[in-house]
């Protein structure tokens, strides 16, 4: 099951950015927080009572304006609310009930999303009081915090908990294995791709429609797994995004890269490599799941016997870090190499979950400082003492030292390469803090 959306509405300067922030940095399992398909769109991750949420922040809206900007930002609100299983209707509670505050109430009340209705920047125990007028909002009862303090921030989610239906955290049948994700922009060939994943297996579990009419899952049976495959729509560079149906699509696919273990970025060969699908692949490293690269349409170009080499060192010049994960070279309409999508998916998927046991990582912690010790920084010498696995699904290695803070990033870098030469972790980003030793 998808990890349950939250989005954050409210007027201009009721400090949902404050609100937004607050939950999504003070959780230490945060997975990320980048911008969304606007400027005005962000979107975070984070958990509470042991489930885990993405969250959407908003622009500032304001119902009944005829400014252009702020009609814009309505839509894009109205977008997020739609696509938000529960939305949190922020309240500024230092001013009195206006038209404006009545609008928007019925709104979030039209959309028949559950909802919690917060009182914000009530500082102080002798402020609740002036909360009681929003009761004539008509929408029960409500919370009251304050975002700025972080007061009864944990009152507000308990709230958010009471909204959500028990199965909405549950998987309830345990249907797939592995999800895979097939993400990439629009016209790369990401259905097709799907498609003939489909099609060439024969026991498919039959196809299942996702939340929206532009996202499908399936599920196919691969050596005794079941993986689900999500086919997203198309990502496009944030200015290019134009009307309702896009600009939905766009936050469905940032939704479903949070809920993935693996996904399969499709680019297009005769397009080359661009800066959108950069930043495609950046983002799947940021939330921290297995990526594979494929370069669909390989049959189009005219070749030699170095074009593929050639292929893949121009992408590595322009993104070097990606020679750390695998890249097929693809053609979907001539099934050329198409089942080594799901091979490599399995792959990854076991690298991501790999564990490394503590007595071999200060093995490699003793072999990798003797060959190349951690250099002096600011007149102070710097020993990495011990270290472990501290997580998996991604991989993060906690390593104790005596400075932490002055690690070179290149040292970091030395680090995470002879983890990858010593362990594998190919396709999968990896993640290593640094902490005071005792």
């Given at each position: 099951m998808s990890n349950p959306t939250i989005a954050i509405l409210g007027k201009p300067n009721v400090r949902k950015s404050t609100l937004f922030n607050r939950l999504v940095g003070h959780r230490q399992s945060i997975v990320s927080s980048e911008e969304g398909v606007t400027r005005d769109r962000i979107y975070g991750h984070f958990d509470w009572q042991g489930r885990e949420f993405n969250l959407i922040d908003t622009g500032g809206y304001v119902p009944d304006s005829e400014d252009i900007i702020e009609n814009q930002v309505r839509f894009q609100a109205q977008i997020a609310s739609r696509e938000a299983d529960i939305i949190i209707l922020l309240i500024d509670g230092r001013s009195s009930i206006t038209s404006s505050d009545q609008l928007l109430a019925r709104q979030v009340q039209k959309s028949g999303k559950p909802y919690v209705l917060a009182i914000n920047k009530i500082d102080e125990l002798k402020m609740e009081d002036t909360a009681i007028q929003y009761y004539e909002l008509g929408m029960g009862d409500y919370s009251t915090l304050s975002a700025q303090n972080n007061r009864c921030i944990g009152d507000l989610l308990d709230a958010v908990l009471k909204k959500i239906p028990e199965s909405d955290y549950l998987d309830k049948e345990n249907t797939y294995d592995i999800s895979l994700a097939i993400v990439g922009m629009p016209n790369v060939g990401?259905?097709?791709?799907?498609?003939?994943?489909?099609?060439?297996?024969?026991?498919?579990?039959?196809?299942?429609?996702?939340?929206?009419?532009?996202?499908?899952?399936?599920?196919?049976?691969?050596?005794?797994?079941?993986?689900?495959?999500?086919?997203?729509?198309?990502?496009?560079?944030?200015?290019?995004?134009?009307?309702?149906?896009?600009?939905?699509?766009?936050?469905?696919?940032?939704?479903?890269?949070?809920d993935c273990n693996v996904a399969v970025v499709l680019i297009d060969a005769e397009k080359g490599f661009t800066n959108q699908d950069r930043d495609i692949i950046r983002q799947v490293i940021d939330t921290g799941k297995g990526l594979l690269i494929a370069i669909n349409k390989w049959d189009l170009l005219e070749k030699d016997k170095d074009s593929l080499k050639n292929y893949r060192q121009d992408i590595l010049d322009t993104y070097p870090t990606l020679v750390h994960y695998p890249m097929l070279f693809i053609s979907v309409l001539q099934n050329l190499r198409t089942r080594d999508v799901l091979k490599e998916t399995f792959r990854v998927f076991k690298e991501r979950n790999r564990q490394v046991n503590t007595a071999s990582v200060n093995k490699f912690i003793q072999k990798v400082t003797r060959r190349y010790p951690p250099p002096a920084v600011k007149g102070k010498n710097i020993s990495i003492k011990y270290g472990t696995q501290v997580h998996h699904s991604p991989p993060i290695f906690a390593f104790f030292t005596n400075h932490p803070q002055l690690i070179p990033v290149q040292y970091r870098r030395y680090m995470e390469n002879n983890l990858r030469d010593n362990f594998g972790f190919e396709g999968v980003p990896i993640k290593i803090t640094f902490r005071m030793s005792k």
């Open positions: 990401k259905s097709s791709l799907m498609n003939r994943l489909l099609q060439e297996e024969k026991s498919i579990v039959t196809p299942i429609a996702g939340t929206t009419r532009d996202s499908v899952d399936s599920y196919l049976k691969y050596y005794k797994k079941t993986i689900r495959i999500i086919d997203t729509a198309g990502l496009r560079k944030r200015s290019k995004i134009t009307g309702d149906i896009e600009f939905y699509s766009s936050i469905r696919t940032n939704r479903i890269l949070q």
